[in-house]
């Protein structure tokens, strides 16, 4: 069974601090990594992709993919209390199929 | 543009009836994807389609769940004789391309009763 797992949380940060999700994944052949922002009740928001190793940046967000590590990860600088939310890391799944595997998300509280 | 679009938002059912869910996707997408998540859990995936076909439907957890996409455009997710373990929000998604970024509906809670 190919798996993404993330901290369940919730990681609690104070506004204005940054605030370190991760995540991992065992299947070696995806390619393709996605973080999505989810508010309680509502869908999944995308809000970072990354394809290749190392740091992509946008905004107040940044993922970091390691390949050899299985290992993905989204910083998100000056959080504030709107960013309280959950976070799910998503792989595309390797092979002829579109489909992303989902880690549990991770909850995020920015405290004021 | 306009995003993905499902209807109802809301659906509660008796146990055994049958149910349809609708996506419509973002104009120009070719691949549809149906999700359904349970609370406290991340989305589980259904199925997904490239065009017209199914190209992987490996997620349909049993043959009560069917689904289509005749034109390339609006799918249809059926359930038949629902379960109460059928309950769920049941999410769909559009990208432009396989393997790409998926944009996520808003969503159709099933409450089967």
């Known amino acids: 069974q190919k798996e993404v797992e993330q901290n369940s949380g919730p990681l609690s940060v104070p506004e204005g601090a940054i605030a370190s999700l991760n995540c991992t994944y065992s299947?070696?052949?995806?390619?393709?990594f996605f973080w999505y922002r989810q508010y309680s009740g509502k869908s999944p928001e995308l809000i970072m992709s990354?394809?290749?190793?190392g740091d992509k940046e946008d905004g107040r967000f940044t993922a970091q993919l390691n390949k050899a590590s299985q290992y993905v990860s989204l910083l998100i600088r000056d959080s504030q209390p709107s960013d309280s939310a959950t976070y799910l890391c998503?792989?595309?799944?390797?092979?002829?199929?579109?489909?992303?595997?989902f880690g549990q998300g991770t909850t995020l509280q920015v405290k004021p | 543009g306009a995003g993905v679009s499902q209807t109802p938002s809301n659906k509660v059912t008796e146990k055994g009836k049958y149910v349809e869910l609708r996506c419509d996707p973002i104009?120009?997408?070719?691949?549809l994807y149906w999700y359904r998540q349970s609370l406290g859990q991340g989305p589980e995936f259904l199925i997904y389609?490239?065009?017209?076909?199914?190209?992987?439907d490996s997620g349909l957890p049993n043959d009560r769940f069917f689904a289509v996409r005749p034109e390339g455009s609006v799918s249809t997710l059926k359930i038949q004789r629902t379960e109460r373990g059928d309950s769920a929000v049941y999410l769909c998604?559009?990208?432009?391309?396989?393997?790409?970024?998926?944009?996520f509906g808003p969503g159709t809670r099933l409450t089967v009763t």
């Open positions: 998604a559009s990208s432009s391309r396989q393997g790409g970024e998926q944009y």
């Open positions: 299947d070696r052949g995806s390619q393709s």
């Open positions: 990354i394809y290749s190793n």
């Open positions: 998503a792989a595309h799944g390797s092979g002829n199929t579109g489909k992303l595997i």
């Open positions: 104009s120009g997408h070719t691949a």
């Open positions: 389609f490239q065009g017209t076909g199914a190209a992987d």
